[in-house]
């Protein structure tokens, strides 16, 4: 039986991520931060137990009483993080890619407090799925709920799959369990998954492909993810 608090429910673990595009209709000249090269992966076994319990953190999450390590525990957290990009008038549509920094101040695992992502550049993506022993070797999957487009609001739109991640973290190794990847132009995709009684974690890199020629404004759209557990 799932426990009574929102941040644990079985299933519909939501957290989300608004994604913002500036097409300038002046030359711009801006630093931009060069996307790191994906690396491994952080996963550790974590105790079995009862009830069942799981947690999803995309960008700036709630502990209280100190880490997971340490015996804290998770608090529901609504912030809803940005990722944003100003594309100047000369570059737009020239198919190089454009980096996206985030408002995201997370940086540090909650598991134990590691350094794990670069606060800005990166989105901490990270959770557990802890269950009791029987079951067999269940799985929980992270799915990414996504718009069609992002809009401008006026009726002009950029396809959402222009937005592709990298995924690393500080002192990696192995394969991630959130990995690089595009985003769908609508619908729901899987984005990683976390094994029974485990705690995993990446670090995203957000980047806008820029192969498309819209008109100068300001595009949002927003990003649904949903922990489920069996």
């Known amino acids: 039986m799932a426990p009574a608090a929102p941040h644990w429910r079985r299933r519909g673990m939501l957290n989300r991520a608004m994604f913002v595009v500036r097409i300038w209709r002046a030359l711009l000249i801006a630093l931009l931060t060069a996307l790191p090269g994906a690396s491994g992966a952080f996963t550790v076994s974590i105790a079995a137990g009862t009830p069942t319990t799981i947690y999803l953190q995309v960008g700036v999450g709630t502990f209280s009483g100190g880490n997971y390590n340490a015996g804290g525990t998770p608090g529901n957290n609504t912030t809803i993080n940005n990722e944003t990009v100003a594309v100047a008038a000369g570059a737009v549509g020239n198919g190089v890619a454009q980096a996206m920094t985030t408002d995201s101040t997370a940086a540090n695992s909650f598991y134990d407090g590691f350094l794990f992502c670069t606060a800005t550049t990166q989105l901490y993506i990270g959770g557990f799925y802890r269950t009791s022993n029987g079951g067999g070797n269940t799985t929980a999957t992270v799915t990414a709920t ?26 990696d190794g192995g394969a991630e369990p959130f990995p690089a990847a595009s985003f769908s132009a609508g619908g729901v995709q899987t984005v990683g998954t976390i094994a029974k009684n485990n705690w995993a974690e ?27 557990a069996p």
Do not use: E, K, M
Request: glycine fraction near 10%; proline fraction near 6%.
């Open 202 to 228: 990446s670090c995203w890199t957000f980047s806008y492909l820029n192969t498309t020629l819209p008109v100068a404004g300001t595009y949002t759209g927003r990003v649904t993810y949903t922990l489920t």
């Open 146 to 171: 996504v718009p069609a487009a992002l809009s401008d609001g006026a009726g002009h739109t950029i396809p959402f799959s222009q937005i592709r991640w990298t995924s690393s973290g500080n002192a």
